[in-house]
């Protein structure tokens, strides 16, 4: 346990806090827990709001009348009986000028006018640097082409049985270019629109615009109208829903400013909800909160809780918090898939199967290196925002603690660190993400955090690789002959060359590399090369291993790039770009 | 109910569509019936919509083994799709329904086809056998020449079967190479020298020279470098009113003999004129 008296009394007291109208602990002030009667709705409870309804029933009714069309034959005639209603009716209607009119308007599904269109949309986002937009702008436009490239050839619904006076390709069903407008303008309409008016006036605008190119269409007889519908129903649909299930606006907002990070909206009922969760599940009041640090953390949203004080006249204690939700599990999950390609099987990458469980890890790894007598933030509990889907995971702040990039180290600080290293190794733990943004210094003790990524009985080579890199941040700081010698103190000569022949490029975290390359950049000698001509010679170790898993990941990354490679040169291609 | 049960639900009901008789019509396969309308698929129709002119479309009979169909790629003017060989290649045959073509100096086929069809064929045929002529020039190297039938007849050159044959006829030398040349078959000479020394002189049908003193191991690489693959190149063209089917080869490999043959096994015609006048005067084409 922490060492610090207000933690031990708060480890020993809370116990006890359910029983109790109000508990003073130093200057925090905790009221009576109150446990969630059976019955009650969670703090923020799921719900489905008229646009998730809308858009249920919307792919009920497609799947419904798509269904209808082509799985039974009665069912089938009587939409081309219908069908076959509106195109004659419309055929009847043609005149030289409305037909000149439709084939203008005709060119709205061309490939000249639905290309540009998507490039632009790439392009503001590559500028903007939303790549979670781009790869749910080239998820929609992937799933749109494939489900139509599929129902095309397994339906091959000839065209329409009238005079069509169009150009076409391909089968009739469903309208490859009214899904394709419909798509372009549903992902551009999620991508490039914040919420509210403008996205509702695009979208109005889009909608007509495809009405428009549906009219032509049927007027010239190139699709029968049930074609052109369930394309544009389900262009539009794919979009907004994986833009809804991969990129929620609730995580990834529209912001049209560079270097904006995801993260979650803590304002209106979410906020609330978190504000009466704290309250009732920990027993603490919060009076205000604030994002804080999210230029740091991709893994969760992490919040600044300013907690009433037990003295009216104290200054405000605030809490650190950790907010976790779905979003962030797939975040989760798609990092440990990185990973196993980076480095294959070695570490323990099993995936998290909820939010609960991820967030109950955290809280078990930080109370395992408190157990250790690591210098860590201490916690305060996992708090339920809503069942499976959110979690709040509070713990100590440290206030005025500064990062170990910008505090002052001396030989303190050094020993510090190894000794942590040293308590890791002790208690069969890595934190795997060493790096000068996760050691905090306050007055003058280094603590440890964000131990998100640690793990319980790590691999050798994970071992020696955390105490590579804490010597790596300690060196470009302190005199690199000074930490060797201060690390052979708790570590071998071995271990210190075993470290550095696992250390690769690879296994430094991006800010602990980008600070070494300035480091050299101003004529320093490589720290690497210098802790190992230090140490004694130790044959490289690969932490590269190769399995079915990493392999069947690889490929399928691979596949990936290469669909996308072919996507841009068929579109550059195609809209004679090149 | 489970989303997992949901997923199989839609996935049962979407394969049971797949199942449908309205469905499954990517293949343009040739009618049963031509006059029973149903019975023509979606792609036949699609055909007949994109060259709408056209007496004929082309449609598929049974294929042969190891052959697939691919693609049906069909726009206003235009239809093409492609049939696929484990043998002969991808694509080994492109064929295209358009409103017309250019048939250029093919030779019309004077055989009797269908009727109001004419036909013009314009193809390249590099057989899966070889035939190669042996020319002792005198009688006492008959055993060497005999020895290097053997040797050939024993092996595949670029995967064709040869065949040998002996030139013993008393016309002159350049008469018998001539002969040779004109049908289009390598000529292996061999004299007194050449049975003493195990070499032979090479004549390609197409080659001015000859290349003489050539080890049996050379003779056999330089037949090896010089005969083409067995290939079946070129167009058909079936020409009638409203449109013409282009047939373009492109094929590479053993079975190249027979392709002809299976490719008028094969793929068919289908009448839709016929089938279009049916179905105007039964109101259902506009």
């Known amino acids: 346990m922490s060492d610090d008296p207000q933690s031990q009394r708060l480890g020993s007291e809370l116990s ?8 003073r602990i130093g200057a925090l002030r905790f009221t009576g827990r109150r446990r969630r009667p059976s019955g009650e709705k969670p703090p923020l409870p799921r719900e489905l709001r008229a646009s998730g309804w809308f858009w249920i029933i919307a792919g009920v009714l497609m799947v419904g009348t798509w269904i209808s069309l082509f799985l039974f034959t009665d069912t089938t005639n009587w939409w081309t009986d219908r069908d076959m209603t509106v195109l004659r009716w419309l055929q009847d209607l043609r005149t030289d000028a409305a037909t000149g009119v439709m084939d203008a308007l005709h060119s709205l599904g061309s490939q000249w006018f639905i ?5 632009a949309t790439i392009l503001v986002l590559i500028f903007y640097k939303r790549w979670r937009h781009l790869f749910g702008l080239l998820g929609a436009l992937f799933i749109v082409m494939l489900v139509v490239n599929g129902l095309e050839v397994s339906v091959a619904r000839p065209r329409p049985l009238v005079d069509i006076i169009g150009p076409w390709k391909g089968y009739a069903h469903p309208s490859a270019p009214v899904a394709g407008l419909a798509v372009t303008f549903g992902v551009m309409g999620m991508a490039l629109f914040p919420k509210g008016t403008w996205r509702n006036r695009f979208m109005t605008a889009a909608e ?14 190139v699709d029968h109208p049930s074609d052109a519908i369930f394309a544009g129903l389900f262009g ?3 979009a907004v829903l994986v833009f809804k299930l991969f990129v929620p606006e609730s995580v990834f907002p529209v912001v049209n400013k560079r270097g904006v990070t995801a993260h979650l909206d803590v304002g209106g009922a979410r906020g609330a909800a978190i504000k009466q969760a704290v309250q009732d599940q920990l027993g603490i009041k919060v009076l205000d909160m604030q994002p804080f640090g999210l230029e740091g953390s991709g893994g969760s949203t992490p919040l600044r809780l300013t907690v009433e004080t037990a003295d009216p006249d104290e200054p405000n204690v605030h809490l650190f918090a950790k907010l976790y939700s779905q979003t962030h599990l797939r975040s989760d999950r798609w990092y440990k898939v990185g990973r196993t390609i980076l480095y294959g099987s070695l570490e323990d990458e099993v995936k998290f199967s909820s939010v609960r469980r991820l967030v109950e890890y955290e809280d078990y790894i930080m109370l395992r290196m408190q157990e250790a007598g690591l210098p860590s933030a201490e916690t305060y509990g996992i708090v339920e925002i809503t069942p499976e889907r959110e979690y709040l995971l509070v713990t100590e702040f440290l206030l005025g603690a ?3 990039g910008d505090a002052v180290i001396d030989e303190s600080i050094v020993r510090q660190g190894l000794v942590m290293i040293r308590q890791l190794w002790d208690a069969g733990l890595a934190h795997r993400d060493i790096k000068p943004a996760n050691v905090m210094v306050h007055d003058g003790e280094a603590k440890l955090i964000d131990v998100a990524f640690a793990t319980v009985r790590p691999t050798p080579w994970r071992q020696a690789v955390d105490l590579a890199n804490m010597m790596l941040i300690l060196g470009l700081r302190y005199d690199p002959a000074e930490v060797y010698r201060i690390a052979l103190e708790y570590f071998t000569p071995e271990d210190v060359a075993e470290a550095f022949a ?10 602990s590399r980008s600070a070494h390359k300035q480091y050299v950049a101003t004529g320093e000698p490589d720290l690497i090369e210098t802790f190992r001509s230090m140490a004694p010679p130790c044959d490289p170790i690969s932490v590269q291993r190769w399995s079915r898993r990493r392999l069947g990941l690889t490929a399928g990354a691979v596949l990936v790039a290469l669909w996308f490679v072919g996507f841009v040169v068929d579109n550059l291609t195609g809209a004679g770009f090149v | 109910m489970s989303r997992r049960l949901f997923a199989l639900v839609i996935v049962a009901l979407v394969a049971s569509a797949c199942g449908n008789n309205q469905l499954g019509r990517g293949v343009p396969a040739c009618p049963a019936d031509p006059e029973v309308i149903t019975s023509v698929t979606g792609s036949m129709v699609l055909q007949m919509q994109a060259v709408d002119s056209a007496e004929y479309v082309p449609c598929l009979n049974d294929l042969k083994a190891g052959w697939s169909y691919e693609d049906l790629v069909s726009s206003r003017g235009k239809s093409q799709f492609w049939l696929d060989s484990d043998r002969l290649g991808s694509h080994f045959v492109e064929v ?3 409103a017309s073509c250019d048939v250029g100096g093919a030779p019309e086929l004077t055989t009797d086809g269908v009727t109001g069809v004419t036909e013009f064929r ?5 057989s899966s056998t070889v035939t190669m002529v042996i020319v002792p020039t005198t009688g006492r190297e008959a055993d060497y020449a005999r020895a290097i039938e053997s040797e050939l007849e024993a092996r595949q050159i670029n995967d064709r079967q040869v065949f040998v044959v002996f030139d013993t006829s008393d016309l002159p030398l350049t008469e018998k190479v001539a002969a040779a040349a004109e049908r289009n078959r390598p000529i292996i000479i061999v004299n007194e020298q050449d049975a003493l020394d195990r070499t032979a002189t090479l004549r390609m049908p197409d080659d001015t020279s000859s290349v003489r003193g050539l080890k049996l191991p050379q003779l056999f690489d330089r037949l090896e470098s010089r005969l083409p693959d067995p290939s079946f190149t070129g167009r058909w063209y079936r020409v009638f009113e409203g449109g013409c089917i282009t047939y373009e080869f492109d094929a590479e490999g053993p079975g190249v003999d027979r392709l002809a043959d299976d490719v008028e096994d094969a793929l068919g015609l289908f009448p839709a004129g016929v089938v279009r006048r049916a179905m105007r005067s039964a109101g259902i084409l506009g």
């Open chain 1, 402 to 404: 500064q990062e170990f």
């Open chain 1, 236 to 238: 539009l649909a794919v």
């Open chain 1, 115 to 119: 290309r540009p269109l998507r490039w």
């Open chain 1, 16 to 23: 006890g806090i359910g029983a109790r109208r109000e508990l």
């Open chain 1, 502 to 511: 696992a250390t690769s490029g690879i296994t430094i975290p991006t800010q």
């Open chain 2, 96 to 98: 295209t329904l358009a």
């Open chain 1, 208 to 221: 007509v615009i495809l009405g428009l190119l549906i009219l032509a269409r049927l007027y010239l007889g």
């Open chain 2, 122 to 126: 314009d193809v390249n045929l590099v």
